[in-house]
């Protein structure tokens, strides 16, 4: 699975964002799909996923309430809509997927496929 990620930019908080993440090559019916993010010097976040089984969503604490997860299977895509953006939010995000056990969905060695990232800065 090839994934491109796209949507970034330079907001100001509060601000919203809505980021994709295309997939070719095969299908993302058959994975989870989740979002991570990295700050400089930081170590990569979780922050989303959603479930290839059942479609069941798990976000990070850090954006539960404010971003939303989805999947569109006709465009073969998956989204993260951000809302309400603070300047900690500030990252480079991707997206990955992969067949992760329940205990490891959060676990970024557990996704076998990446995305190159899209650059996302919340400044005032």
């Known amino acids: 699975v090839q994934l491109q990620a796209s949507g970034g930019g330079l907001v100001r908080p509060g601000d919203s964002l809505r980021l994709s993440c295309a997939a070719s090559?095969?299908?993302?019916?058959?994975?989870?799909t989740a979002w991570f993010r990295q700050a400089p010097g930081q170590e990569r976040e979780f922050v989303a996923v959603?479930?290839?089984?059942?479609?069941?969503?798990y976000y990070g604490d850090s954006v539960k309430g404010r971003f939303s997860i989805s999947k569109d299977y006709g465009k073969n895509s998956a989204y993260l809509q951000m809302n309400n953006l603070k300047p900690e939010d500030t990252a480079v995000y991707y997206c990955?997927?992969?067949?992760?056990?329940?205990?490891?969905?959060?676990?970024?060695?557990?996704?076998?496929?990446w995305g190159q990232g899209t650059q996302v800065t919340v400044s005032s």
């Open positions: 990955a997927a992969g067949r992760p056990i329940t205990s490891s969905m959060r676990d970024s060695r557990a996704y076998y496929y």
């Open positions: 090559g095969s299908t993302l019916n058959s994975y989870s």
């Open positions: 959603i479930r290839w089984s059942g479609g069941n969503v």
